[in-house]
């Protein structure tokens, strides 16, 4: 059924629907946030940082990456 007067586009009208996507867009905007940070954690290893802690860093930048996109696809699967 599509709507056709402007009190037929209000009423068919969900909110819930709204929110859902703003949050997934959220969530978009901050998986694309954890891919720049693994991003710069490349680029500041391979410039900066000693051996020592190379490891560490990108161990933390892809597991904070992976938990963001987990996130993502969990908000997918239950929004």
Do not use: C, D
Not at 15 to 31: D, M, R, S, T
């Amino acid at each position: 059924m599509v709507p056709g007067t402007i009190e037929e586009m209000i009423a068919y009208f969900n909110i819930w629907g709204l929110v859902k996507i703003v949050y997934l867009i959220a969530l978009l905007v901050y998986v694309t946030f954890a891919f720049i940070v693994v991003r710069q954690i490349y680029l500041m290893t391979s410039t900066v940082v000693e051996e020592a802690m190379k490891l560490p860093l990108k161990t933390i930048g892809y597991l904070h990456l992976a938990f963001a996109l987990v996130v993502f696809f969990l908000a997918i699967i239950i929004l």
